[in-house]
């Protein structure tokens, strides 16, 4: 039995000696591993070669590493000084597209007032009817000339010219004055004339001159009188040119609103120029540019620079106002684009 025994266990040796020795090997020595990541680096760089890849040539971007991609983007160019937000250029958009405009006459050209009246009438019927905007009448500013003289003195000081001064009390953000010379002849028994002149165009804010349309009709004929035919030649000029000077003022004020529209901030009772300093710094974060033009323990005055309404503009006021200690700031008055403040100190 004993001898059985030890005949099978013999064969099962035998047998596993045999399996073992003819199973294939499934893993790679290491030294083959080795050698295939060699020639596989070998195979890119070939590539590269063949592909007119050198030393100065970067690599796709695919074989960028990702932190490499996130440095190169941190690495564009900021926006252009100046260049308007997508907001900014909105805003400036609507503005230009309802400019409120106040005409009136050259007063030292000494132009009759019934020819004066006739051009300045006929602008704003081009205004109405053409464009369907609100127009300040001859009569409605002949009359504040007189009425508005005491307030005028009294909020300015005679440091703007009266026009201007009415031209912002009414919310004109362009004021036209209009100034010509008329010539007149009779032939025939007919009466005939023509007007030669120009038609300026102001900034309401700065006062500054923008531009000049240059006024000259075709000779106007009447078989009436001598007034009509000025009338009629008068009229003839003025709507003929209001199409050039509304396109002329819109482009000139967006040349001239690269910082943005400008507002005057006059604060009376300023008698803290470091509270002053920290009203600027303030004010600095909610509008485009802030410019101080001048400073005294009585008032001082700022110009902001921003796109954005007049009321936006007082909340910036107040709001900077209290951060700068000037809790009790408050609006005295405004007219246009310009407001005057007590500090409350």
Same mark, same amino acid.
């Given at each position: 039995?004993?001898?059985?025994?030890?005949?099978?266990?013999?064969?099962?040796?035998?047998?596993?000696?045999?399996?073992?020795?003819?199973?294939?090997?499934?893993?790679?020595?290491?030294?083959?591993?080795?050698?295939?990541?060699?020639? =596989? =680096?070998?195979?890119?760089?070939?590539?590269?070669?063949?592909?007119?890849?050198?030393?100065?040539?970067?690599?796709?971007?695919?074989?960028?590493?990702?932190?490499?991609?996130?440095?190169?983007?941190?690495?564009?160019?900021?926006?252009?000084?100046?260049?308007?937000?997508?907001?900014?250029?909105?805003?400036?958009?609507?503005?230009?597209?309802r400019l409120n405009y106040m005409v009136y006459?050259?007063?030292?050209?000494?132009?009759?007032?019934?020819?004066?009246?006739?051009?300045?009438?006929?602008?704003?019927?081009?205004?109405?009817?053409?464009?369907?905007?609100?127009?300040?009448?001859?009569?409605?500013?002949?009359?504040?000339?007189?009425?508005?003289?005491?307030?005028?003195?009294?909020?300015?000081?005679?440091?703007?010219?009266?026009?201007?001064?009415?031209?912002?009390?009414?919310?004109?953000?362009?004021?036209?004055?209009?100034?010509?010379?008329?010539?007149?002849?009779?032939?025939?028994?007919?009466?005939?004339?023509?007007?030669?002149?120009?038609?300026?165009?102001?900034?309401?804010?700065?006062?500054?001159?923008?531009?000049?349309?240059? /006024?000259?009709?075709?000779?106007?004929?009447?078989?009436?009188?001598?007034?009509?035919?000025?009338?009629?030649?008068?009229?003839?000029?003025?709507?003929?040119?209001?199409?050039?000077?509304?396109?002329?003022?819109?482009?000139? /004020?967006?040349?001239?609103?690269?910082?943005?529209?400008?507002?005057?901030?006059?604060?009376?009772?300023?008698?803290?120029?470091?509270?002053?300093?920290?009203?600027?710094?303030?004010?600095?974060?909610?509008?485009?540019?802030?410019?101080?033009?001048?400073?005294?323990?009585?008032?001082?005055?700022?110009?902001?620079?921003?796109?954005?309404?007049?009321?936006k503009v007082e909340d910036a006021v107040y709001?900077?106002?209290?951060?700068?200690?000037?809790?009790?700031?408050? /609006?005295?008055?405004?007219?246009?684009?310009?407001?005057?403040?007590?500090?409350?100190?």
């Amino acid at each position: 039995m004993r001898k059985v025994i030890k005949v099978a266990l013999a064969f099962a040796i035998v047998a596993l000696t045999i399996s073992c020795a003819s199973a294939p090997s499934t893993a790679a020595p290491p030294a083959q591993g080795a050698a295939a990541g060699d020639n =596989a =680096a070998k195979d890119r760089a070939k590539a590269l070669a063949q592909s007119g890849a050198d030393a100065g040539t970067p690599a796709p971007a695919a074989a960028q590493p990702a932190s490499a991609a996130s440095a190169a983007s941190a690495d564009q160019p900021p926006p252009a000084p100046g260049q308007l937000t997508p907001e900014e250029q909105a805003y400036l958009q609507t503005y230009l597209s309802r400019l409120n405009y106040m005409v009136y006459y050259n007063a030292d050209a000494k132009l009759d007032p019934k020819y004066a009246k006739v051009a300045v009438s006929q602008a704003n019927r081009y205004l109405l009817e053409k464009l369907g905007l609100s127009v300040t009448d001859f009569d409605q500013i002949e009359k504040n000339k007189k009425d508005q003289q005491t307030a005028y003195e009294s909020e300015t000081g005679g440091s703007i010219d009266l026009i201007q001064y009415l031209a912002q009390k009414f919310n004109a953000d362009v004021y036209v004055e209009i100034d010509f010379a008329l010539t007149n002849e009779t032939r025939d028994g007919k009466f005939y004339s023509s007007a030669q002149g120009s038609m300026k165009i102001f900034d309401t804010s700065t006062a500054t001159l923008l531009g000049s349309i240059v /006024l000259s009709s075709q000779t106007a004929f009447s078989p009436n009188s001598a007034d009509a035919a000025a009338t009629n030649a008068i009229a003839s000029t003025v709507w003929m040119a209001m199409p050039k000077m509304i396109d002329q003022s819109k482009e000139l /004020l967006k040349n001239s609103l690269a910082r943005g529209v400008r507002y005057e901030v006059v604060l009376q009772k300023t008698p803290d120029s470091k509270q002053i300093s920290q009203l600027r710094r303030a004010l600095a974060k909610k509008v485009r540019e802030v410019e101080q033009v001048s400073y005294s323990p009585g008032s001082t005055k700022l110009y902001l620079y921003t796109f954005q309404k007049g009321d936006k503009v007082e909340d910036a006021v107040y709001e900077a106002g209290s951060s700068a200690g000037m809790n009790d700031i408050n /609006l005295v008055y405004s007219r246009g684009k310009s407001y005057t403040f007590d500090s409350g100190l």
